[in-house]
């Protein structure tokens, strides 16, 4: 077997593979003879076909197979012992000529390959970048407190309506005079809540009564969004939105939502056994985890800076022509993309793959080690994450971790979580070699950056 690599710029080349008869031959008729081993056709004993007619049979199929599998293997191989980084994966050349297993025993393959280019990627103390860290409110720590107590809370029957009450009971249009339209808009066990009465004067009608009394109010002040009017009156937006004058509300049941009484039972429970042990460290517990979320945001907010301006800085040419031939060839997707929609997405996709040098220049470089810790660690961190999301801070460790090593076992999580072990581990690096000023800002200042993303 023959392989040459003619370059035809800095970033294509062209590799060739020639595979000779006696490349072939040997594994060729190792197959067709364990073949004719399995064979069982009409008219001959089990494994007693003559070679001739198995060869007949099976032989251009077999030797094509394994003329395929020398390519793949030795083309895998020449990358690696040649240390040739690509971007992409090789392609069938379009210099590569007509191949006849019916009468060729030589064979010549030729991939189109794009050579990736080298990249220097220098981080400095002159190198400035922002870490914005978001600040704690006291008003973020209650309604997290009451995300978390809220839970164990429960609704109670109570006397009378409050600007916290639930009102059930039925509602009836009603005329100027206060007497029922006769075919108006009506509604059984409807449900009313104050807390979202945006007028008060018409609030006021309704605080204070009691199961069996009535009220006459205008709805469409109290409630002007026509899906809590359409919601209230058992209609749709369409007919909520020409909704107009007076209703009737009698009202049938009055509940409210009582929190929880703030126990060492509860604080178990929110917290872990033990951890807290009062309404002051629970407030600081809370703050501490918000924090700590709040910590992944700015983190996730460093690296989308550090990506933007490393790759902004880095000027290097990519083989486009190779890349959106080898993103149509590599597209799996049922509908397959069209070259319009290729060269729309090149953009996105090249500053992908320039961040994706830059990482591995920093990997390089540095001698930066990824280690199967790492990768378990993140899926540690990742699988905190996703019960935090739902109120579950207080797991055991054994748990998160029989959580993430259940997500390694799936290849494609896996590879995920590696990857992105890599990505956090350049990022740490980056954070270290440049200045960071760190800026403190609030929830809504914060947020408001992603706004043009």
């Not at 395929?68 to 012992?81: A, D, G, I, P």
């Not at 319009?340 to 990482?359: A, G, H, S, V, Y």
């Not at 390089?364 to 990824?370: G, Q």
């Amino acid at each position: 077997m023959n392989i040459t690599r003619e370059n035809n710029d800095e970033l294509n080349a062209v590799i060739k593979l020639t595979i000779a008869k006696e490349d072939y031959e040997p594994k060729v008729a190792e197959v067709l003879k364990s073949y004719q081993k399995k064979a069982n056709m009409p008219g001959f004993r089990p494994g007693k076909v003559p070679a001739g007619l198995v060869k007949k049979m099976y032989g251009k199929a077999v030797m094509a197979d394994e003329i395929n599998k020398l390519v793949s293997e030795n083309l895998s191989n020449y990358l690696t012992e040649n240390k040739l980084n690509i971007l992409g994966e090789p392609l069938p050349s379009e210099q590569q000529q007509t191949i006849d297993f019916d009468t060729q025993d030589s064979f010549e393959f030729a991939f189109d390959i794009a050579l990736a280019p080298e990249v220097e990627v220098k981080l400095t103390k002159r190198e400035k970048l922002n870490y914005y860290k978001i600040a704690v409110s006291d008003d973020m720590v209650d309604g997290q407190i009451r995300n978390l107590t809220g839970r164990f809370g429960k609704n109670e029957t109570v006397e009378a309506v409050t600007d916290k009450s639930l009102a059930k009971g039925s509602v009836v249009q009603i005329d100027k005079s206060g007497n029922v339209v006769e075919g108006g808009i009506s509604a059984e066990d409807t449900v009313m809540s104050l807390a979202i009465v945006k007028d008060e004067k018409e609030k006021k009608k309704l605080l204070g009564k009691k199961v069996g009394e009535t009220v006459d109010f205008d709805l469409k002040k109290a409630f002007p969004n026509d899906t809590e009017i359409s919601y209230i009156l058992k209609i749709s937006k369409e007919e909520a939105a020409a909704v107009k004058g007076a209703f009737r509300f009698t009202i049938q049941e009055i509940t409210e939502f009582i929190d929880p009484e703030l126990t060492q039972e509860l604080f178990d429970q929110l917290f872990g056994a033990g951890v807290v042990q009062s309404e002051e460290e629970m407030k600081a517990k809370v703050k501490e985890d918000l924090a700590r979320n709040f910590e992944m945001e700015s983190e996730y907010k460093f690296s989308v800076d550090a990506r933007e301006k490393l790759v902004s800085k880095l000027d290097v040419n990519l083989p486009e022509d190779f890349l959106k031939r080898w993103l149509k060839a590599t597209d799996r997707g049922e509908e397959k993309m069209t070259d319009e929609q290729i060269e729309n997405d090149l953009p996105k996709f090249l500053e992908d793959l320039k961040w994706q040098l830059i990482k591995n220049e920093v990997v390089r470089a540095n001698e930066l080690k990824i280690e199967q810790e790492d990768v378990v660690n993140y899926a540690k961190k990742s699988a905190r994450m996703q019960f935090m999301q739902y109120g579950l801070t207080n797991l055991p460790d054994e748990h998160i971790e029989g959580y993430a090593m259940d997500m390694l076992k799936n290849e494609d999580q896996g590879r995920r979580m590696a990857e992105a072990a890599v990505s956090e581990k350049v990022m740490a690096f980056i954070k270290e070699a440049v200045k960071v000023e760190e800026k403190e800002v609030s929830r809504e200042e914060f947020n408001k950056m992603f706004e043009n993303n």
